[in-house]
């Protein structure tokens, strides 16, 4: 009986990392223009978005979800907007997620140069909410990460989105906010090339392993 029950938790435990175990796929919009790892095709859905004048913006959601743990992207566009509103969108957007629970973390972030702002959020059920936004062309980026208290940060998740331009090419600024242009060398060294989309799934693994 004793070797039965290890056999079963063993059977468990292996179908369990084998779950852990499967690739992400990476995913890229050209229509929203972005680029990021997802654990499976995401499903897309079009809603409105109230902005910080209380003015409807035209909004997509992309959810994938694995083991329970959900990730999303969403992208608002203020193509429309005022400069007021532009500027106050990433604001808004996290003063709306310091809502969702306890928050552990709330400071400045970036994406390839690009400004943005982080939360990490503890929710009343015990789950963990890791937040990112950036502004780039008129668009309004989420990166919305729930995850349950055992599962781990969703690093893969955050840091493998790429924000693009229209030509599909991913979008990197130097110190002084000037353009940089895309490399051989910064490709292999970022993990994005252009294999049937901006990630290269080979190197990208390499630097997004959890």
Do not use: C
């Not at 997509?60 to 083991?67: G, I, K, L, P, V």
């Not at 990433?90 to 982080?118: C, E, F, Q």
């Amino acid at each position: 009986m004793r070797f039965l029950g290890f056999f079963a938790g063993f059977f468990v435990l292996l179908l369990s990392s084998g779950a852990q175990a499967q690739p992400w796929i990476s995913y890229h919009s050209m229509e929203d223009r972005f680029a990021i790892w997802f654990p499976t095709d995401p499903t897309i859905e079009n809603f409105e978005w109230i902005d910080v004048h209380d003015d409807v913006r035209p909004a997509r959601r992309y959810t994938a979800e694995r083991n329970g743990d959900i990730f999303i992207v969403i992208a608002i566009d203020f193509e429309e907007a005022d400069w007021d509103v532009r500027r106050a969108a990433y604001p808004h957007a996290a003063a709306l997620y310091r809502l969702k629970g306890m928050v552990t973390y709330d400071g400045w972030a970036h994406t390839d140069r690009i400004d943005g702002h982080r939360l990490q959020i503890t929710q009343d059920d015990g789950r963990r909410l890791y937040f990112v936004t950036h502004f780039e062309g008129d668009i309004l980026y989420i990166l919305d990460a729930n995850v349950s208290p055992r599962s781990p940060p969703p690093g893969r998740f955050e840091q493998g989105l790429q924000l693009l331009d229209l030509e599909g090419e991913r979008i990197r600024y130097d110190l002084q906010g000037n353009r940089i242009p895309r490399t051989d060398d910064l490709h292999d060294a970022l993990g994005g090339a252009d294999l049937d989309g901006p990630i290269n799934l080979g190197q990208g693994d390499q630097f997004f392993q959890e």
